[in-house]
């Protein structure tokens, strides 16, 4: 059974930083795409980030672009968003998701083929 679980949310300052992680079980990332969404109060779910699982490749939301890194570390079937100089707007519910079928990562679309989901990591900007 795929199981993902994320981890590392918090509160933290403008300007602060954090990394999330998403542990991986019952496959393995090499099989996946993985990406992280975010929703806050109130606001559709938006893709923050992707990684493919074929070359590394990785999509960025125009919002975070030059602030977020999205990294893999197959071996420990976790992959990691680093999120620097946070902004109160970074504020929402931090959601990986894994996709064993083609997603567009230029794009990360289309959202339907993320087909398993975590239970989400709260991150709080707020000074």
């Known amino acids: 059974q795929v199981q993902l679980v994320e981890s590392g949310g918090g509160l933290v300052q403008p300007g602060g930083s954090l990394r999330l992680s998403c542990a991986a079980s019952?496959?393995?990332?090499?099989?996946?795409?993985i990406g992280w969404f975010r929703q806050a109060p109130g606001k559709e779910r938006e893709g923050v980030s992707c990684?493919?699982?074929?070359?590394?490749?990785?999509y960025y939301a125009d919002s975070v672009k030059g602030r977020f890194t999205i990294s893999r570390d197959n071996a420990k079937n976790t992959v990691y968003l680093q999120m620097n100089s946070l902004k109160p707007e970074d504020t929402a519910v931090y959601y990986c998701?894994?996709?064993?079928?083609?997603?567009?990562?230029?794009?990360?679309?289309?959202?339907?083929?993320?087909?398993?989901w975590g239970q989400g990591t709260q991150v709080t900007v707020s000074s």
């Open positions: 019952g496959f393995t990332l090499d099989y996946s795409a």
């Open positions: 998701a894994a996709s064993s079928r083609a997603v567009d990562i230029a794009t990360m679309t289309p959202y339907s083929r993320f087909g398993s």
């Open positions: 990684i493919s699982s074929s070359d590394g490749s990785t």
